[in-house]
């Protein structure tokens, strides 16, 4: 038996996962990886960001992205997905009223409240543009805790 996620488990683990990496490219071909908070909505992933995050000018400029999603503090619990994936812009509509339902449903509890942010703060955050990740492949994924140990060691 392999250490790979079956597509169940991928499923089951991107829903349940909190946080993903996003790496893109900048214009000097450098990436750029940042955590975001995203949500999986009909099977796709998405995110939001600010309208003046520099994410958002590598992802016009270049949609090419990979993420990845991992867990696990011992390496024996260590469990991930990495994807290469093409991010599609959206305009506003029903497909990203959907995933700001969701985000606020899954992200409600770990959000400081608005107007507890300072000014600069809440002038950054106050809009969202919105991505859905579109995979140019198959992911990689393992799971270490179906890796046998050796008897004895």
Known sequence: MGINLSPDEQRDFLENAHTMIVTTIRRDGRPSAVPVWFVVVSGSLYFG??????????????????????????WRELRALQWQMDAVILEP??????????????????????ELMPPAAQQHYGESVWMRLEPAGDPVTWDNSKMRLRDGV
């Open 93 to 114: 509509g029903p497909e990203v009223d959907a995933a700001e339902a969701a985000s606020e449903r899954k992200y409600d509890a770990y959000r400081t409240p608005f």
């Open 49 to 74: 960001t600010p309208p003046t995050a520099a994410k958002l000018s590598h992802l016009r400029r270049d949609p090419r992205c990979c993420v990845l999603v991992e867990s696990g503090e011992k």
